[in-house]
Nanobody, 122 residues
């Protein structure tokens, strides 16, 4: 069993940066792939980024490539999402999720956090 808790969201102006954290419980967290997803009002949930258990494989959605950076610190059971040059269209609830196996851009993750709100004003 893995429990995930996101933090770091907030209200920022366009162009600002935020770093989201996904803190996990569970001794085997370092064996899990972790993904970030987001859901804007009235839209479907979409993939943002994913990182394999050792950081050896990283994937980004085209929409955030070069703007967001995913990383992890297994000693702290935490995965991060650094978001730079934020735009109003980045406004969404951001969720982290965990699964065994390779990173996936689909929503086929076993464990999900409760989400953290990111709002970017113009």
């Amino acid at each position: 069993q893995v429990q995930l808790v996101e933090s770091g969201g907030g209200l920022v102006q366009a162009g600002a940066s935020l770093r989201l954290s996904c803190a996990a419980s569970g001794r085997t967290f370092n064996s899990y792939t972790v993904g970030w997803f987001r859901q804007a009002p009235g839209k479907e949930r979409e993939f943002v980024a994913a990182i394999s258990w050792n950081g050896g494989a990283i994937y980004y959605a085209d929409s955030v490539q070069g703007q967001f950076t995913i990383s992890r610190d297994n000693a702290k059971n935490t995965v991060y999402l650094l978001m730079n040059s934020l735009k109003p269209e980045d406004t969404a609830v951001y969720y982290c999720a965990a699964r065994r196996g390779n990173p996936s851009t689909l929503g086929d993750y076993d464990y999900w956090g409760q989400g953290t709100q990111v709002t970017v004003s113009s």
